[in-house]
């Protein structure tokens, strides 16, 4: 299991006081107002930015991170993803997971077939989709509906699935 979840990326300077815009890659934007700290992903490690201020603004989270006051030092962390520790992730109800946590599970039918990999989680807003790379190389789309996911372990690494008509 990962360490550290992304919660949104540092796209640009925002302003003249060294705030940053943030693409944010969770599933609530909102949850940055109970965020106190993040760690900045640096090529040389992470970094951690105390939260001073959030705001925001159409699709974006503007962030002002303490001591970093000017555009020229919010500059420096462009591009970089914003993690944060298990232990500050949203607290998830049962049945529900991290994506990067389903990434490389093991998926059989529940006749026992075993179909591949677990590759790619879709979000297509109705439900999300989960991609399957197949032994032969091909993709099988299974989307996370009640009908089709039987069982998932994460202690396991497996996923148990039942195919609807039509979908292999």
């Known amino acids: 299991m990962e360490k550290y979840l992304q919660v949104g990326v540092i796209t640009s ?3 003249v006081h060294g705030e940053v815009k943030v693409f944010p890659t969770t599933d609530d934007p909102r949850r940055f107002k109970k965020l ?3 760690l ?3 090529k ?3 970094v ?3 939260i001073e201020q959030v705001k925001f ?3 974006m989270v503007i962030v002002k991170f303490k001591g970093i006051d000017t555009p020229e030092q919010a500059m420096l962390y ?3 993803p914003l993690l944060v520790t298990r232990e500050n992730a949203v607290k998830l109800k049962p049945g529900e997971y991290f994506i990067c946590d389903l990434i490389g599970l093991e998926v059989t039918e529940d006749t026992g077939r075993y179909l591949g990999k677990l590759t790619e989680v879709l979000q297509t807003g109705a439900n999300d989709v989960y991609v ?3 032994e032969d190389g091909k993709e099988l789309l299974i989307p996370n509906i009640k009908d089709c996911i039987i069982e998932i372990s994460l202690d396991e690494n497996s996923m148990k699935v039942h195919l609807l008509e039509g979908l292999l």
Do not use: C, D, I, Q
Request: zero cysteines; a positive charge.
């Open 78 to 80: 462009k591009s970089w």
């Open 132 to 134: 399957v790379r197949m």
């Open 48 to 50: 951690p930015l105390e």
């Open 13 to 15: 300077t925002h302003g």
């Open 57 to 59: 603004f159409k699709n």
């Open 36 to 38: 106190k700290e993040v």
């Open 44 to 46: 040389r490690g992470n």
């Open 40 to 42: 900045a992903e640096g």
